[in-house]
């Protein structure tokens, strides 16, 4: 039986800090270039700092949007995540258990939309996650070592994300060749 695990290391379930910063980073440094264009290059030098005004004057609103709409969502995914970390601390979460209903394997090189995520389904709830996300739940795909196949009976431990609407796997357990061969993903 292969397991995963965070229910015993609750320090694991945390945001990923580093990809919230990205995101305010890049924020903030169009903030700072719409200013500079806007103190440095003066109205009516020409026909080409006319342009990098009105660049400017695009880039300000919008930086200004893209750092209110990055820390709005920061602040639901760290909330989230120490939700969670409480919900499992007191062993508040969902459990499903059984032999596979479908199975879709994900994609090791994911692109940038759903289609190539990994799919299964047990006790009438589906279950959808990518080689590509950052999140601290079970996300490992098949083709990447990810430990539930076609014919695997899981135990799967999850807690709700009502904001994003997906399931965070907090435990898994998988016992390969225990059942037979689920059918591909409609």
Not at 13 to 32: E, H, Q, S, T
Not at 104 to 132: C, H, I, L, Q
Not at 159 to 180: H, K, N, T
């Amino acid at each position: 039986m292969e397991v995963f695990d965070l229910t015993h290391s609750l320090n694991q379930i945390k945001p990923a800090f580093w990809f919230d910063a990205l995101f305010a980073v890049v924020g903030l440094g169009m903030l700072v270039v719409a200013v500079i264009i806007l103190r440095s290059v003066k109205r009516g030098q020409g026909d080409t700092s006319d342009r990098i005004r009105r660049i400017g004057w695009f880039l300000l609103p919008f930086s200004l949007f893209w750092v209110t709409f990055t820390s709005w969502m920061n602040y639901q995914d760290i909330r989230h995540a120490y939700a969670v970390r409480r919900e499992v601390a007191q062993g508040r979460y969902f459990v499903r258990e059984g032999c596979l209903e479908y199975f879709r394997a994900g994609v090791a090189s994911p692109g940038k939309s759903t289609a190539d995520n990994e799919r299964w389904k047990v006790e009438g709830r589906e279950f959808s996650y990518g080689a590509g996300e950052v999140r601290f739940g079970y996300h490992a795909v098949e083709p990447r070592g990810g430990i539930v196949h076609p014919h695997s009976r899981v135990r799967v431990f999850f807690v709700e994300d009502e904001f994003l609407g997906r399931d965070d796997i907090v435990r898994l357990e998988s016992q390969s060749r225990a059942c037979p061969s689920a059918p591909d993903a409609p």
